[in-house]
């Protein structure tokens, strides 16, 4: 299955195709587990440009009715691409210590953003990040936004 993602211009309405994202793979236990447990997944794709110095962000939006708090979890190396690609996120914890146990038990999204050389946004790949209370454990389950 294949899905584009699109970038907004900021000075008009017109929409440009970025990329073209063609699966992604979560890696060992890195789903359906302790919401804080490891991050590890795969996404191929291919550019529909040649971009310099290109990087992909990777975020934990919470979003409930009174707040809204982000995650910063990293960044992919720098890279010039052109065409197909891929890239590996992997970080060993999510930290949500500063997270009240509330704020967590709700829908949020795992966010990968491609940056160029400027940091400019030039695409994202949102995904949506159940996280519900199981027992006295609180689990994740980041839905693949390809099905």
């Not at 707040?67 to 890239?87: A, C, M, V, W, Y």
């Not at 967590?104 to 209370?133: H, P, R, W, Y």
């Not at 199981?134 to 693949?144: A, P, S, T, V, W």
Request: aromatic content about 6%; proline content about 3%; hydrophobic content about 35%.
């Amino acid at each position: 299955m294949e899905g584009k993602v699109r970038e907004e211009k900021v000075s008009n309405s017109e929409v440009e195709d970025v990329i073209t994202v063609e699966k992604v793979r979560f890696h060992g236990n890195s789903n359906l587990c302790p919401v804080s447990a490891k991050l590890d997944f795969t996404v191929k794709y291919a550019t529909l440009r040649p971009l310099k110095k290109a990087k992909w962000q990777v975020k934990y939006l919470l979003d409930t009715i009174t707040k809204k708090q982000t995650i910063n979890l990293g960044r992919t190396p720098e890279e010039d691409l052109d065409g197909e690609s891929s890239f590996r996120f992997q970080i060993s914890s999510i930290d949500v210590s500063n997270v009240k146990p509330s704020q967590l038990c709700n829908v949020g999204l795992l966010i990968c953003t491609l940056l160029d050389e400027f940091d400019n946004e030039l695409a994202d790949i949102k995904m949506v990040a159940q996280v519900s209370k199981e027992g006295d454990q609180l689990k994740r389950c980041i839905y693949n936004p390809l099905g």
